[in-house]
Protein backbone atom coordinates (compact mmCIF):
# COMPACT_ATOMS: atom_id res chain seq x y z
CA UNK A 1 0.00 0.00 0.00
CA UNK A 2 1.61 3.45 -0.99
CA UNK A 3 0.05 6.57 0.89
CA UNK A 4 0.80 10.06 0.20
CA UNK A 5 -0.60 13.70 1.62
CA UNK A 6 -1.42 16.09 -0.84
CA UNK A 7 -2.57 19.95 -0.08
CA UNK A 8 -6.16 20.70 -1.19
CA UNK A 9 -8.94 22.91 -0.65
CA UNK A 10 -11.55 23.05 1.69
CA UNK A 11 -14.41 20.66 1.14
CA UNK A 12 -18.24 22.12 1.46
CA UNK A 13 -20.26 20.54 3.84
CA UNK A 14 -22.21 17.27 2.76
CA UNK A 15 -25.71 17.77 1.27
CA UNK A 16 -28.06 15.99 -0.38
CA UNK A 17 -27.13 12.97 -2.77
CA UNK A 18 -28.23 14.72 -5.43
CA UNK A 19 -26.59 17.31 -4.75
CA UNK A 20 -23.25 15.72 -4.69
CA UNK A 21 -21.46 14.16 -7.96
CA UNK A 22 -21.34 10.06 -7.63
CA UNK A 23 -21.22 9.68 -11.18
CA UNK A 24 -18.69 7.13 -13.02
CA UNK A 25 -16.74 9.20 -15.45
CA UNK A 26 -13.95 8.97 -17.05
CA UNK A 27 -10.49 10.25 -17.57
CA UNK A 28 -9.00 8.48 -20.39
CA UNK A 29 -11.64 8.49 -23.26
CA UNK A 30 -14.15 5.73 -21.77
CA UNK A 31 -17.38 6.20 -21.31
CA UNK A 32 -18.90 5.54 -18.49
CA UNK A 33 -21.67 3.06 -19.96
CA UNK A 34 -19.12 0.70 -20.86
CA UNK A 35 -17.52 0.20 -17.22
CA UNK A 36 -21.11 0.04 -15.58
CA UNK A 37 -21.73 -2.72 -18.46
CA UNK A 38 -18.54 -4.41 -17.26
CA UNK A 39 -18.25 -3.59 -13.93
CA UNK A 40 -21.50 -2.45 -12.38
CA UNK A 41 -21.68 -5.09 -9.58
CA UNK A 42 -18.45 -3.23 -7.85
CA UNK A 43 -20.13 0.01 -8.87
CA UNK A 44 -23.18 -0.81 -7.42
CA UNK A 45 -21.52 -2.07 -3.90
CA UNK A 46 -18.96 0.26 -3.93
CA UNK A 47 -20.99 3.38 -4.24
CA UNK A 48 -22.84 2.25 -1.12
CA UNK A 49 -20.27 1.66 0.88
CA UNK A 50 -18.67 5.04 0.16
CA UNK A 51 -21.95 7.09 0.40
CA UNK A 52 -23.02 5.12 3.98
CA UNK A 53 -18.88 6.48 4.76
CA UNK A 54 -19.35 9.46 3.94
CA UNK A 55 -22.78 10.37 5.65
CA UNK A 56 -20.96 8.81 8.66
CA UNK A 57 -17.81 10.61 8.80
CA UNK A 58 -18.34 14.00 6.58
CA UNK A 59 -15.07 12.57 5.24
CA UNK A 60 -15.19 13.08 1.18
CA UNK A 61 -14.02 10.27 -0.84
CA UNK A 62 -13.05 9.55 -4.28
CA UNK A 63 -11.75 6.17 -5.94
CA UNK A 64 -9.81 5.67 -9.09
CA UNK A 65 -9.37 2.42 -11.11
CA UNK A 66 -5.87 2.34 -12.91
CA UNK A 67 -5.35 0.57 -16.20
CA UNK A 68 -3.42 -0.49 -18.62
CA UNK A 69 -5.71 1.68 -20.67
CA UNK A 70 -6.08 4.51 -18.89
CA UNK A 71 -7.16 5.71 -15.22
CA UNK A 72 -11.36 5.76 -14.61
CA UNK A 73 -12.95 7.54 -11.75
CA UNK A 74 -15.53 4.76 -10.30
CA UNK A 75 -16.51 6.88 -7.10
CA UNK A 76 -16.60 10.91 -6.56
CA UNK A 77 -17.48 12.57 -3.71
CA UNK A 78 -15.04 15.46 -4.19
CA UNK A 79 -16.51 19.27 -4.89
CA UNK A 80 -13.03 21.41 -5.29
CA UNK A 81 -12.79 24.20 -2.63
CA UNK A 82 -9.66 26.04 -3.26
CA UNK A 83 -10.56 28.30 0.47
CA UNK A 84 -10.71 24.89 2.30
CA UNK A 85 -8.02 24.33 4.92
CA UNK A 86 -8.48 19.82 4.89
CA UNK A 87 -6.08 17.90 3.57
CA UNK A 88 -6.06 15.05 0.69
CA UNK A 89 -4.44 11.66 1.73
CA UNK A 90 -3.82 9.00 -1.64
CA UNK A 91 -3.44 5.26 -0.92
CA UNK A 92 -2.82 3.10 -3.83
CA UNK A 93 -4.10 -0.85 -3.42
CA UNK A 94 -3.32 -3.71 -5.49
CA UNK A 95 -6.06 -6.14 -6.86
CA UNK A 96 -6.20 -9.70 -7.76
CA UNK A 97 -7.09 -9.11 -11.35
CA UNK A 98 -3.74 -7.21 -11.79
CA UNK A 99 -5.64 -4.01 -11.85
CA UNK A 100 -5.15 -1.28 -9.12
CA UNK A 101 -7.08 1.43 -7.53
CA UNK A 102 -6.20 4.43 -5.68
CA UNK A 103 -8.34 6.08 -3.17
CA UNK A 104 -8.22 10.12 -2.44
CA UNK A 105 -9.94 10.90 0.71
CA UNK A 106 -10.00 14.35 3.26
CA UNK A 107 -8.54 13.85 6.17
CA UNK A 108 -8.57 16.72 9.56
CA UNK A 109 -5.78 17.18 12.02
CA UNK A 110 -5.80 14.85 14.98
CA UNK A 111 -6.59 11.04 15.54
CA UNK A 112 -10.05 11.30 13.89
CA UNK A 113 -9.12 11.92 10.82
CA UNK A 114 -6.37 9.07 11.49
CA UNK A 115 -9.41 7.07 12.72
CA UNK A 116 -11.54 7.87 9.35
CA UNK A 117 -8.46 6.95 7.46
CA UNK A 118 -8.13 3.38 9.46
CA UNK A 119 -12.03 2.86 8.96
CA UNK A 120 -12.05 3.33 5.36
CA UNK A 121 -8.96 0.91 5.13
CA UNK A 122 -10.49 -1.81 6.94
CA UNK A 123 -13.87 -1.60 5.39
CA UNK A 124 -13.25 -0.95 1.38
CA UNK A 125 -10.25 -2.64 1.05
CA UNK A 126 -12.14 -6.46 1.86
CA UNK A 127 -15.07 -5.36 -0.32
CA UNK A 128 -12.90 -4.25 -3.19
CA UNK A 129 -11.09 -7.52 -3.19
CA UNK A 130 -14.05 -9.50 -2.70
CA UNK A 131 -16.04 -7.50 -5.41
CA UNK A 132 -12.87 -8.11 -7.65
CA UNK A 133 -13.13 -12.06 -7.12
CA UNK A 134 -16.69 -11.85 -7.78
CA UNK A 135 -16.43 -10.14 -10.95
CA UNK A 136 -13.72 -12.66 -12.20
CA UNK A 137 -15.77 -15.67 -11.03
CA UNK A 138 -18.89 -13.92 -12.83
CA UNK A 139 -16.51 -13.64 -16.20
CA UNK A 140 -15.44 -17.38 -15.73
CA UNK A 141 -18.86 -18.25 -15.36
CA UNK A 142 -20.29 -16.49 -18.40
CA UNK A 143 -17.36 -17.96 -20.68
CA UNK A 144 -18.66 -21.50 -19.25
CA UNK A 145 -21.90 -20.78 -20.41
CA UNK A 146 -20.81 -19.92 -23.68
CA UNK A 147 -18.54 -23.26 -24.42
CA UNK A 148 -21.57 -25.40 -22.92
CA UNK A 149 -24.22 -24.02 -24.72
CA UNK A 150 -21.46 -23.88 -28.04
CA UNK A 151 -21.15 -28.04 -27.34
CA UNK A 152 -25.00 -28.41 -26.86
CA UNK A 153 -25.73 -26.82 -29.80
CA UNK A 154 -23.47 -28.80 -32.49
CA UNK A 155 -25.34 -31.65 -32.46
CA UNK A 156 -29.02 -30.12 -33.06
CA UNK A 157 -26.49 -27.40 -35.51
CA UNK A 158 -25.26 -30.94 -37.69
CA UNK A 159 -28.11 -32.85 -37.53
CA UNK A 160 -31.04 -29.61 -38.72
CA UNK A 161 -29.21 -28.92 -41.98
CA UNK A 162 -29.24 -30.53 -44.65
CA UNK A 163 -25.97 -29.31 -46.36
CA UNK A 164 -23.01 -30.45 -43.73
CA UNK A 165 -21.04 -27.37 -45.36
CA UNK A 166 -23.67 -24.75 -44.31
CA UNK A 167 -24.24 -26.21 -41.20
CA UNK A 168 -19.75 -26.37 -40.46
CA UNK A 169 -20.18 -22.61 -41.58
CA UNK A 170 -22.55 -21.90 -39.04
CA UNK A 171 -21.26 -24.19 -36.24
CA UNK A 172 -17.52 -22.74 -36.79
CA UNK A 173 -19.52 -19.15 -36.60
CA UNK A 174 -20.20 -20.15 -32.69
CA UNK A 175 -16.53 -21.45 -32.12
CA UNK A 176 -14.99 -18.37 -33.55
CA UNK A 177 -16.85 -16.19 -31.39
CA UNK A 178 -16.32 -18.40 -28.30
CA UNK A 179 -13.40 -18.80 -28.19
CA UNK A 180 -12.02 -15.41 -29.70
CA UNK A 181 -10.76 -16.36 -33.08
CA UNK A 182 -10.65 -13.58 -36.28
CA UNK A 183 -11.37 -17.38 -38.38
CA UNK A 184 -12.33 -20.71 -38.27
CA UNK A 185 -11.74 -23.23 -40.76
CA UNK A 186 -12.48 -27.17 -41.77
CA UNK A 187 -10.75 -29.19 -43.52
CA UNK A 188 -11.30 -32.78 -44.53
CA UNK A 189 -9.41 -35.80 -45.93
CA UNK A 190 -9.56 -36.87 -49.33
CA UNK A 191 -10.21 -40.72 -49.72
CA UNK A 192 -6.73 -41.22 -50.64
CA UNK A 193 -5.88 -39.90 -47.42
CA UNK A 194 -3.17 -37.74 -48.95
CA UNK A 195 -4.50 -34.40 -48.97
CA UNK A 196 -6.83 -31.83 -47.73
CA UNK A 197 -9.15 -29.73 -49.05
CA UNK A 198 -11.20 -26.74 -47.16
CA UNK A 199 -14.58 -27.82 -46.50
CA UNK A 200 -16.24 -24.39 -45.05
CA UNK A 201 -14.70 -21.36 -42.76
CA UNK A 202 -16.73 -18.83 -41.16
CA UNK A 203 -15.61 -15.91 -38.39
CA UNK A 204 -17.63 -13.83 -35.86
CA UNK A 205 -19.29 -12.09 -38.51
CA UNK A 206 -20.54 -15.71 -39.96
CA UNK A 207 -19.78 -18.08 -42.82
CA UNK A 208 -17.59 -17.15 -45.43
CA UNK A 209 -17.18 -18.68 -48.95
CA UNK A 210 -14.32 -21.06 -49.35
CA UNK A 211 -12.11 -20.40 -52.44
CA UNK A 212 -10.90 -22.66 -54.76
CA UNK A 213 -7.12 -22.78 -53.47
CA UNK A 214 -7.86 -24.11 -49.97
CA UNK A 215 -5.99 -27.55 -50.87
CA UNK A 216 -3.40 -29.22 -49.66
CA UNK A 217 -2.28 -31.73 -52.36
CA UNK A 218 0.46 -33.46 -50.34
CA UNK A 219 0.17 -33.81 -46.62
CA UNK A 220 3.75 -35.35 -46.40
CA UNK A 221 5.46 -32.86 -48.21
CA UNK A 222 3.39 -29.75 -46.77
CA UNK A 223 5.74 -27.94 -44.14
CA UNK A 224 2.76 -26.10 -42.86
CA UNK A 225 1.35 -26.78 -39.44
CA UNK A 226 -2.12 -28.30 -40.15
CA UNK A 227 -0.31 -30.36 -42.50
CA UNK A 228 1.98 -31.29 -39.87
CA UNK A 229 -0.65 -31.71 -37.56
CA UNK A 230 -2.86 -34.27 -39.61
CA UNK A 231 0.42 -36.66 -39.89
CA UNK A 232 1.19 -37.00 -36.19
CA UNK A 233 -2.41 -36.57 -35.88
CA UNK A 234 -2.62 -34.24 -32.44
CA UNK A 235 -3.32 -30.71 -31.51
CA UNK A 236 -0.85 -27.80 -31.71
CA UNK A 237 -1.17 -24.41 -30.86
CA UNK A 238 1.76 -21.57 -32.21
CA UNK A 239 2.26 -18.19 -33.51
CA UNK A 240 2.42 -16.65 -37.06
CA UNK A 241 6.01 -14.19 -36.47
CA UNK A 242 5.05 -10.96 -38.42
CA UNK A 243 8.65 -9.56 -37.66
CA UNK A 244 8.87 -5.98 -39.00
CA UNK A 245 7.14 -4.89 -35.59
CA UNK A 246 3.98 -6.62 -36.64
CA UNK A 247 2.12 -8.23 -34.14
CA UNK A 248 1.98 -12.02 -34.11
CA UNK A 249 -1.39 -14.22 -34.86
CA UNK A 250 -1.56 -17.30 -32.53
CA UNK A 251 -3.06 -20.07 -34.27
CA UNK A 252 -4.86 -23.51 -32.95
CA UNK A 253 -5.12 -26.79 -35.00
CA UNK A 254 -6.88 -29.49 -33.85
CA UNK A 255 -7.64 -33.24 -35.70
CA UNK A 256 -11.28 -34.63 -36.22
CA UNK A 257 -10.83 -37.81 -35.02
CA UNK A 258 -12.93 -40.76 -35.64
CA UNK A 259 -13.19 -43.86 -34.80
CA UNK A 260 -14.41 -46.73 -37.29
CA UNK A 261 -17.10 -49.66 -35.87
CA UNK A 262 -13.99 -52.01 -36.30
CA UNK A 263 -12.89 -50.15 -33.54
CA UNK A 264 -9.48 -48.35 -35.92
CA UNK A 265 -9.04 -44.67 -35.16
CA UNK A 266 -7.86 -42.30 -37.68
CA UNK A 267 -8.07 -38.62 -38.62
CA UNK A 268 -10.98 -37.61 -41.07
CA UNK A 269 -9.81 -34.21 -41.14
CA UNK A 270 -8.65 -31.08 -39.27
CA UNK A 271 -9.97 -27.91 -37.24
CA UNK A 272 -8.14 -24.85 -37.63
CA UNK A 273 -8.73 -21.58 -35.78
CA UNK A 274 -6.76 -18.20 -36.41
CA UNK A 275 -6.60 -15.49 -34.14
CA UNK A 276 -6.57 -11.95 -34.49
CA UNK A 277 -2.98 -10.59 -34.44
CA UNK A 278 -1.62 -9.23 -31.11
CA UNK A 279 -4.21 -11.42 -29.31
CA UNK A 280 -2.59 -13.87 -26.55
CA UNK A 281 -1.53 -17.70 -27.65
CA UNK A 282 -4.72 -20.10 -27.72
CA UNK A 283 -4.60 -21.93 -24.42
CA UNK A 284 -4.89 -25.61 -23.01
CA UNK A 285 -9.20 -24.68 -22.21
CA UNK A 286 -9.37 -23.56 -25.88
CA UNK A 287 -7.80 -26.70 -26.96
CA UNK A 288 -10.10 -28.64 -25.23
CA UNK A 289 -13.00 -27.25 -26.40
CA UNK A 290 -11.97 -27.02 -29.93
CA UNK A 291 -11.25 -30.80 -29.40
CA UNK A 292 -14.78 -31.22 -28.55
CA UNK A 293 -16.08 -29.94 -31.44
CA UNK A 294 -14.02 -31.53 -33.65
CA UNK A 295 -15.29 -34.44 -32.68
CA UNK A 296 -18.78 -33.77 -33.51
CA UNK A 297 -17.62 -32.49 -36.67
CA UNK A 298 -15.69 -36.14 -37.39
CA UNK A 299 -18.75 -37.78 -36.70
CA UNK A 300 -20.98 -35.74 -38.60
CA UNK A 301 -18.37 -36.11 -41.82
CA UNK A 302 -18.21 -39.70 -41.46
CA UNK A 303 -22.37 -39.95 -41.60
CA UNK A 304 -22.43 -38.15 -44.64
CA UNK A 305 -19.42 -40.88 -46.19
CA UNK A 306 -21.67 -43.41 -44.96
CA UNK A 307 -25.08 -41.80 -46.29
CA UNK A 308 -22.71 -41.16 -49.86
CA UNK A 309 -22.04 -44.85 -49.90
CA UNK A 310 -25.27 -46.39 -48.54
CA UNK A 311 -26.72 -43.90 -51.80
CA UNK A 312 -24.00 -45.58 -53.72
CA UNK A 313 -24.50 -49.18 -53.09
CA UNK A 314 -28.57 -48.53 -53.73
CA UNK A 315 -28.16 -47.04 -56.82
CA UNK A 316 -25.71 -49.94 -57.51
CA UNK A 317 -28.20 -52.55 -56.35
CA UNK A 318 -30.74 -51.28 -58.29
CA UNK A 319 -27.96 -50.79 -61.50
CA UNK A 320 -27.40 -54.58 -60.65
CA UNK A 321 -30.67 -55.39 -60.72
CA UNK A 322 -32.19 -53.89 -64.05
CA UNK A 323 -28.50 -55.52 -65.15
CA UNK A 324 -30.01 -59.27 -63.73
CA UNK A 325 -33.26 -58.81 -65.54
CA UNK A 326 -31.81 -57.69 -68.73
CA UNK A 327 -29.64 -60.52 -68.76
CA UNK A 328 -32.13 -62.84 -68.08
CA UNK A 329 -33.90 -61.66 -71.36
CA UNK A 330 -31.32 -62.06 -73.27
CA UNK A 331 -31.30 -65.59 -73.09
CA UNK A 332 -33.80 -67.42 -75.83
CA UNK A 333 -37.11 -68.73 -74.31
CA UNK A 334 -37.03 -72.41 -74.82
CA UNK A 335 -40.99 -72.62 -75.51
CA UNK A 336 -40.10 -70.52 -78.65
CA UNK A 337 -38.45 -73.71 -80.17
CA UNK A 338 -41.06 -76.28 -79.30
CA UNK A 339 -42.02 -76.89 -82.71
CA UNK A 340 -38.37 -78.14 -83.50
CA UNK A 341 -37.74 -80.02 -80.26
CA UNK A 342 -38.62 -80.55 -76.36
CA UNK A 343 -36.03 -78.09 -74.56
CA UNK A 344 -35.56 -76.91 -71.35
CA UNK A 345 -33.01 -74.51 -69.82
CA UNK A 346 -32.38 -72.30 -66.54
CA UNK A 347 -29.80 -69.70 -65.57
CA UNK A 348 -29.03 -69.04 -61.94
CA UNK A 349 -26.74 -66.48 -61.61
CA UNK A 350 -24.55 -66.62 -58.08
CA UNK A 351 -24.61 -62.46 -57.94
CA UNK A 352 -26.92 -60.32 -59.90
CA UNK A 353 -25.06 -60.73 -63.26
CA UNK A 354 -23.28 -64.06 -64.09
CA UNK A 355 -21.19 -65.51 -66.29
CA UNK A 356 -23.10 -68.75 -67.31
CA UNK A 357 -25.51 -68.71 -70.39
CA UNK A 358 -27.26 -70.99 -72.89
CA UNK A 359 -28.32 -69.98 -76.61
CA UNK A 360 -31.07 -71.60 -79.30
CA UNK A 361 -30.58 -71.16 -82.31
CA UNK A 362 -33.24 -72.29 -85.03
CA UNK A 363 -30.26 -73.11 -88.20
CA UNK A 364 -31.52 -73.78 -91.83
CA UNK A 365 -32.90 -77.03 -92.68
CA UNK A 366 -34.88 -77.22 -89.73
CA UNK A 367 -31.65 -78.20 -87.59
CA UNK A 368 -31.50 -76.88 -84.23
CA UNK A 369 -28.28 -75.45 -82.57
CA UNK A 370 -28.07 -75.60 -78.48
CA UNK A 371 -24.67 -73.75 -77.06
CA UNK A 372 -24.03 -73.57 -72.64
CA UNK A 373 -21.09 -71.26 -71.54
CA UNK A 374 -19.21 -71.03 -68.62
CA UNK A 375 -17.27 -67.80 -68.32
CA UNK A 376 -14.16 -68.09 -65.46
CA UNK A 377 -15.66 -65.72 -63.32
CA UNK A 378 -19.37 -64.31 -62.18
CA UNK A 379 -20.55 -60.82 -61.78
CA UNK A 380 -20.72 -57.77 -63.78
CA UNK A 381 -17.58 -58.37 -66.14
CA UNK A 382 -18.36 -61.85 -66.74
CA UNK A 383 -22.25 -60.88 -67.75
CA UNK A 384 -20.26 -58.06 -70.06
CA UNK A 385 -18.74 -61.26 -71.88
CA UNK A 386 -21.60 -63.71 -71.76
CA UNK A 387 -23.71 -60.60 -73.58
CA UNK A 388 -20.84 -60.17 -76.21
CA UNK A 389 -20.86 -63.95 -76.61
CA UNK A 390 -24.09 -64.43 -77.41
CA UNK A 391 -24.34 -61.51 -79.79
CA UNK A 392 -21.32 -62.99 -81.73
CA UNK A 393 -22.78 -66.94 -81.83
CA UNK A 394 -26.46 -65.47 -83.35
CA UNK A 395 -24.24 -63.86 -86.26
CA UNK A 396 -21.30 -66.77 -86.57
CA UNK A 397 -23.65 -69.41 -86.16
CA UNK A 398 -25.48 -68.85 -89.27
CA UNK A 399 -22.63 -68.31 -91.22
CA UNK A 400 -21.49 -71.91 -90.72
CA UNK A 401 -22.78 -75.62 -90.64
CA UNK A 402 -19.96 -77.00 -88.76
CA UNK A 403 -19.74 -76.18 -85.10
CA UNK A 404 -16.18 -76.13 -85.12
CA UNK A 405 -15.96 -73.46 -87.82
CA UNK A 406 -18.96 -71.56 -85.55
CA UNK A 407 -16.11 -71.53 -82.43
CA UNK A 408 -13.39 -70.60 -84.26
CA UNK A 409 -15.33 -67.75 -85.39
CA UNK A 410 -16.70 -66.37 -81.50
CA UNK A 411 -12.98 -66.92 -80.18
CA UNK A 412 -11.79 -64.77 -82.98
CA UNK A 413 -14.43 -62.20 -82.27
CA UNK A 414 -14.08 -62.59 -78.55
CA UNK A 415 -9.89 -63.50 -77.86
CA UNK A 416 -8.69 -60.05 -77.56
CA UNK A 417 -11.56 -58.89 -74.71
CA UNK A 418 -10.96 -62.15 -72.91
CA UNK A 419 -7.05 -61.60 -72.70
CA UNK A 420 -7.82 -57.77 -71.42
CA UNK A 421 -9.98 -58.82 -68.68
CA UNK A 422 -7.78 -62.21 -67.91
CA UNK A 423 -10.54 -64.69 -68.31
CA UNK A 424 -11.69 -67.31 -70.08
CA UNK A 425 -14.60 -69.18 -70.96
CA UNK A 426 -15.29 -72.85 -71.93
CA UNK A 427 -18.17 -73.66 -74.48
CA UNK A 428 -20.14 -76.33 -75.99
CA UNK A 429 -22.14 -76.32 -79.08
CA UNK A 430 -23.80 -78.68 -80.30
CA UNK A 431 -26.19 -78.95 -83.53
CA UNK A 432 -29.05 -81.76 -83.99
CA UNK A 433 -29.96 -82.25 -87.26
CA UNK A 434 -33.67 -84.31 -86.52
CA UNK A 435 -33.71 -85.40 -90.62
CA UNK A 436 -30.50 -86.77 -91.06
CA UNK A 437 -30.44 -88.34 -87.23
CA UNK A 438 -26.92 -86.68 -86.04
CA UNK A 439 -25.38 -84.83 -83.28
CA UNK A 440 -22.20 -82.74 -84.66
CA UNK A 441 -21.12 -80.81 -81.71
CA UNK A 442 -17.74 -78.78 -80.93
CA UNK A 443 -16.61 -78.63 -77.59
CA UNK A 444 -14.13 -76.01 -75.75
CA UNK A 445 -12.61 -77.31 -72.47
CA UNK A 446 -16.26 -77.62 -71.14
CA UNK A 447 -16.29 -80.79 -69.57
CA UNK A 448 -20.30 -81.50 -68.46
CA UNK A 449 -21.79 -82.04 -72.09
CA UNK A 450 -23.77 -85.78 -72.10
CA UNK A 451 -25.64 -87.44 -74.55
CA UNK A 452 -27.93 -89.62 -72.81
CA UNK A 453 -30.12 -92.87 -74.44
CA UNK A 454 -31.10 -96.36 -72.19
CA UNK A 455 -28.26 -98.41 -71.66
CA UNK A 456 -25.86 -96.09 -73.69
CA UNK A 457 -24.56 -92.51 -72.00
CA UNK A 458 -22.06 -90.78 -73.85
CA UNK A 459 -19.76 -87.48 -72.75
CA UNK A 460 -19.28 -85.27 -75.62
CA UNK A 461 -15.57 -84.90 -74.81
CA UNK A 462 -13.60 -81.35 -75.01
CA UNK A 463 -12.01 -81.51 -78.60
CA UNK A 464 -10.51 -78.02 -78.14
CA UNK A 465 -9.30 -75.59 -75.27
CA UNK A 466 -11.23 -72.85 -73.94
CA UNK A 467 -12.19 -70.07 -75.62
CA UNK A 468 -9.53 -67.01 -74.44
CA UNK A 469 -6.56 -69.25 -73.36
CA UNK A 470 -4.30 -68.79 -76.49
CA UNK A 471 -4.58 -68.45 -80.52
CA UNK A 472 -5.68 -71.36 -81.80
CA UNK A 473 -6.41 -71.35 -85.63
CA UNK A 474 -8.73 -74.83 -86.15
CA UNK A 475 -11.38 -76.19 -83.99
CA UNK A 476 -12.31 -80.25 -84.30
CA UNK A 477 -15.89 -81.63 -84.00
CA UNK A 478 -17.10 -85.04 -84.11
CA UNK A 479 -20.54 -86.51 -85.10
CA UNK A 480 -22.83 -88.67 -83.63
CA UNK A 481 -26.07 -90.16 -84.47
CA UNK A 482 -29.46 -88.98 -82.63
CA UNK A 483 -32.65 -89.89 -82.26
CA UNK A 484 -35.42 -87.46 -81.36
CA UNK A 485 -37.98 -88.13 -78.30
CA UNK A 486 -35.32 -91.40 -77.47
CA UNK A 487 -31.96 -89.62 -76.69
CA UNK A 488 -31.40 -86.62 -74.05
CA UNK A 489 -28.77 -84.00 -74.70
CA UNK A 490 -27.62 -82.67 -71.41
CA UNK A 491 -25.10 -79.83 -70.44
CA UNK A 492 -24.76 -78.09 -67.56
CA UNK A 493 -22.15 -75.60 -65.95
CA UNK A 494 -20.13 -76.85 -62.70
CA UNK A 495 -21.83 -74.62 -60.35
CA UNK A 496 -24.59 -77.43 -60.48
CA UNK A 497 -22.34 -80.19 -60.28
CA UNK A 498 -20.74 -78.73 -57.18
CA UNK A 499 -23.40 -78.09 -55.08
CA UNK A 500 -25.15 -81.79 -55.37
CA UNK A 501 -26.32 -82.98 -51.65
CA UNK A 502 -24.07 -85.97 -52.07
CA UNK A 503 -21.32 -84.90 -50.49
CA UNK A 504 -19.39 -85.26 -53.94
CA UNK A 505 -17.75 -82.96 -56.04
CA UNK A 506 -17.84 -83.29 -60.14
CA UNK A 507 -20.83 -85.84 -59.68
CA UNK A 508 -21.80 -86.35 -63.20
CA UNK A 509 -22.93 -89.63 -62.77
CA UNK A 510 -24.99 -88.71 -60.26
CA UNK A 511 -26.96 -86.61 -62.78
CA UNK A 512 -26.80 -88.79 -65.72
CA UNK A 513 -28.15 -90.77 -63.41
CA UNK A 514 -31.08 -88.68 -62.72
CA UNK A 515 -31.87 -88.43 -66.47
CA UNK A 516 -31.77 -92.17 -66.85
CA UNK A 517 -34.44 -92.91 -64.64
CA UNK A 518 -36.69 -90.17 -65.86
CA UNK A 519 -36.67 -91.18 -69.43
CA UNK A 520 -40.23 -90.95 -69.99
CA UNK A 521 -40.36 -87.30 -68.40
CA UNK A 522 -40.47 -84.29 -70.31
CA UNK A 523 -37.18 -82.04 -70.47
CA UNK A 524 -38.83 -80.14 -68.08
CA UNK A 525 -39.57 -82.21 -65.86
CA UNK A 526 -36.17 -83.54 -65.54
CA UNK A 527 -34.78 -80.02 -65.47
CA UNK A 528 -36.62 -79.35 -62.37
CA UNK A 529 -35.09 -83.15 -60.79
CA UNK A 530 -31.27 -81.35 -61.54
CA UNK A 531 -32.31 -78.30 -59.75
CA UNK A 532 -33.97 -79.88 -56.61
CA UNK A 533 -30.70 -82.28 -56.25
CA UNK A 534 -28.78 -79.14 -56.58
CA UNK A 535 -30.90 -76.82 -54.58
CA UNK A 536 -28.38 -74.92 -52.06
CA UNK A 537 -29.34 -75.47 -48.28
CA UNK A 538 -28.14 -71.98 -47.18
CA UNK A 539 -30.50 -70.11 -49.76
CA UNK A 540 -26.95 -68.61 -51.62
CA UNK A 541 -24.97 -70.38 -54.59
CA UNK A 542 -21.53 -70.37 -54.73
CA UNK A 543 -21.08 -70.42 -58.25
CA UNK A 544 -23.54 -69.44 -61.23
CA UNK A 545 -25.57 -72.71 -61.58
CA UNK A 546 -26.81 -73.46 -65.74
CA UNK A 547 -28.31 -76.26 -67.43
CA UNK A 548 -29.99 -77.19 -70.81
CA UNK A 549 -31.86 -80.53 -71.11
CA UNK A 550 -33.53 -81.54 -75.19
CA UNK A 551 -35.23 -84.71 -75.84
Not at 221 to 232: H, I, N, T, W
Not at 343 to 356: K, N, Q, T, Y
Not at 472 to 484: A, N, V
Request: proline share 5%; hydrophobic share 40%; glycine share 10%.
Amino acid sequence: MVAAEMEGGAMPDPGSESDRDRTVSSESGVEPGDFDRIQAPRGERVAALLTAFERLTGTRVRLTGERADGDMILFDGFTPDPASERKIRSETWPMSDGSRVRVDYEVMDGDEGLRAGELLRESLAPLLSSETELEFFARELEARFEEVELLTSVSETLGSMVGLERAAGKLLTSTATVLGAAKAEVWVAESNGMSLSRLAQAGPEGPSRVDGAGTISDVNSDPSPLARAYRERRADVGLDRRGGGEPDTPWLVVPLRHTALHGTAGAVGMLKLRGTPGRAPFRPRDERLASAVASHLAAALDNRRLLIENVERERMLVELALAHDLQLKLLPEPADFSHLADIAARCDPADSVGGDFYHILRLPGDRLGVMLGDVSSHGYSAGLIMALTMSAASLVAREHDDPAEALSGIHRELVRKLESTEMYMTVCYVVLDPARGTLRYANAGHPHAWRIRAGDTVRLDALNPPLGIAEFDRYGSRELPWEPGTDTLLLFTDGLSECLRTGQMWSDDVLTRVVLEASTASAGEILDRLFELACVPEGEAVDDRTALVVK
